[in-house]
């Protein structure tokens, strides 16, 4: 298999270019370090060390996993010396508040490291990225003396965190779960349950490892009102701060997975092990949805980074792999037969790979330099417009991106044909490993509720408005460029019938429930659709904007972003035609079938 390269000259495009990241980062207040410079060199560094370091052991922890033995977690080999080498580069403390040693760096830096390691191995990158939102949620909610005795140790990447949520009996609907606090004379709590799909659970990469634990209160009203949220570290901390005493939370065994093998997902038991309560009484769910936006940003990442991965490494294989003439004649005489790469349906699929791959990276990059506003000096204004963007743009995100990066990595077995389902070629692993990114921090379907449901019908459609006035701005700038004129107008059409079709479905719903239900996943699959169709418009004009330049020495690298928007257009952005179908015809049948006469 082919080694995995990361997309520095793409990055560059999207935030240079695109998204003019360092004009941003110092008009923010707070980042104005972050020049040109300063940003090549984090993705130089960064993509030296991924390439060099975790590429090589992707395949390494698919193959061995991680091995469970009376409740000790061995990683693969490899994992746990790489980490070390994380930590001593100082990746772990990027973005960081340097009050507790971090380099007080815009988030999204670490946003796009994190895209970097993700795509070089998934399954060791959920290591370190499940510590930021532990880290982010002590942040935001935890007392200053929490914030002492474990932030530092967070920043400097000395410690792990986890979100300890689900139950073998609730799944998602945590209002379920039965996990519970008692209070201790000092202060602190007995938690009494088990936790399942508990990803980084237990390892043996650092001395110690923080929960972040739902549980509820004896007097916890039922459902999710009577949920509280709670520190619950696997070693309590000694008063130089460092691991001492065993905490009674064991890992009772670990999950045998469809992929990301390399990654322990634990069960976790509870025996009235110590734990500090973090925010205010039964507001737990609250609390945690700081650590659960962080988590469905990256695995929104999960699914640019398979999209990202299979697109290169069928490319490498298209242009190799002989097999067969050109219908349009012979392209390699001097050889048997012509490269796959001239055949029109591997180029349907390389070029949906390269789509979704480069047009998700515009989008993640735009929302991690949303969260960067959310985080500065700027004005309330300012951070609330970009708190109601995440709030619109993060379940498109998390759901949208999963799910084409699912259809890019199986695009990429398939260009591989037979060799992409043998292990050899890494096609069938990136399939696997790709395929729980669809499930965890929320399904498809729960995103699509809230969308739909929270975001849209719950803002009365003022969440949608205010993005697409966004998109309206863009288009009127771009009105007399007469090269992107079917672009303008695909994409002022689109924006139309996305506020036509939001007031069918609401009007709907408001008689019957069930068609927000109905209408939810294929109404977040088009608005995806939407959304890349803006991006990939931003980088057309971007790129057409480099070609007029008299001294563009890159003419091939803009043509080909010119191309592949003008193929998303062609090709990708018409699925929306379905999705209107699909979605205007609505709950009935659904429905309309009894639960009890379903049959095999």
């Known amino acids: 298999m082919a080694d995995f390269k990361v997309p520095l000259r793409d990055m ?3 935030l240079h ?3 003019d990241y360092t004009t941003k980062c110092a008009d923010l207040g707070g980042f104005e370090e972050v020049g040109a410079d300063l940003l090549d060199a984090v993705l130089e560094e960064a993509s030296k060390f991924v390439e060099q370091e975790l590429a090589p052991l992707n395949s390494v922890g698919d193959q061995q ?16 010396e790489a980490y070390s080498k994380y930590v001593e580069g100082g990746w772990a403390s ?9 380099q007080g760096l815009p988030p999204s830096l670490a946003t796009i490291v994190s895209e970097m390691s993700g795509t070089a191995n998934w399954a060791w990158a959920m290591y370190p990225g499940l510590s930021h939102g532990a880290h982010n949620t002590i942040t935001a909610h935890g007392t200053d003396e929490q914030k002492k005795t474990y932030l530092g140790n967070l920043t400097s990447g000395e410690w792990t965190g986890t979100m300890c949520l689900t139950e073998s009996h609730c799944g998602t609907d945590l209002g379920l779960l039965r996990t519970r606090a008692e209070p201790n004379d000092d202060g602190s709590y007995a938690i009494h349950g088990t936790k399942i799909f508990i990803s980084a659970g237990e390892h043996d990469m650092t001395d110690n490892i923080v929960h972040i634990v739902l549980a509820r209160l004896p007097d916890a009203p039922a459902g999710t009102r009577g949920i509280s949220l709670f520190i619950v570290p696997k070693f309590l901390p000694d008063a130089d701060g460092k691991a001492g ?31 500090f309560l973090i925010g205010p009484p039964n507001r737990g769910l609250n609390c945690m949805f700081t650590f659960m936006n962080t988590a469905r940003l990256g695995t929104a990442l999960q699914g640019l980074a398979h999209a990202e991965l299979g697109f290169q490494h069928s490319l490498d294989y298209a242009r190799e792999r002989l097999q067969m003439r050109s219908s349009s004649g012979r392209k390699n005489p001097d050889k048997p037969a012509d490269p796959i790469i001239v055949h029109p349906d591997v180029r349907r699929m390389l070029l949906t790979q390269k789509a979704f791959a480069e047009g998700g990276r515009l989008f993640v990059h ?24 995440l709030a619109l743009l993060t379940p498109i995100a998390k759901a949208f991106l999963t799910e084409t990066g699912f259809e890019s990595a199986n695009h990429g077995l398939q260009i591989f044909g037979g060799h992409g389902f043998i292990q050899e070629w890494g096609m069938e692993q990136n399939v696997r490993d790709c395929r729980i990114s669809m499930l965890y921090e929320g399904t498809t379907g729960i995103q699509a509720l809230d969308l739909l449901g929270r975001k849209i019908v719950g803002s009365q459609g003022g969440l949608l408005r205010q993005f697409i006035a966004e998109i309206t701005d863009f288009c009127e700038q771009h009105t007399d460029n007469r090269k992107m004129a079917n672009t303008i107008a695909a994409l002022k059409s689109h924006c139309d019938e996305w506020e036509q079709i939001t ?9 019957d429930a069930d068609e927000v239900g109905a209408a939810s996943v294929d109404y977040l699959m088009y608005s995806g659709y939407i959304v890349l169709a803006y991006m990939w418009a931003k980088a057309q004009a971007t790129a057409l904007n480099a070609l007029a330049s008299d001294d563009c020495s890159e003419t091939e690298f803009y043509r080909a972003k010119v191309n592949t928007a003008e193929f998303y257009y062609d090709r990708l952005l018409p699925r929306t035609r379905s999705l209107a179908a699909t979605i205007d015809a609505g709950a009935d049948s ?3 079938l009894d639960a009890e006469h379903f049959s095999f």
């Open 245 to 275: 005493q065993r905490n009674g939370v064991n890992c009772g065994s670990i999950e045998h997975k469809m992929g990301i093998h390399g990654n322990a997902t634990c069960v976790l038991n509870f025996d009235a092990a110590k734990g």
């Open 503 to 511: 007031t069918q479905v609401t009007m709907r719903a408001m008689s």
């Open 590 to 592: 659904l429905m309309a």
């Open 12 to 14: 560059r495009f999207s």
């Open 366 to 389: 735009s929302l991690a330099m949303d969260v960067d506003v959310t985080e500065s000096d700027a004005s309330d204004e300012v951070r609330g417009k970009a708190e109601q963007r």
């Open 65 to 80: 996993g991680c091995s469970w033995n009376d409740g000790v977690v061995t990683t693969p080999a490899g994992f746990k």
């Open 17 to 19: 270019e695109v998204h």
């Open 94 to 102: 990027l973005s960081a508040d340097p009050e507790f040693g971090g």
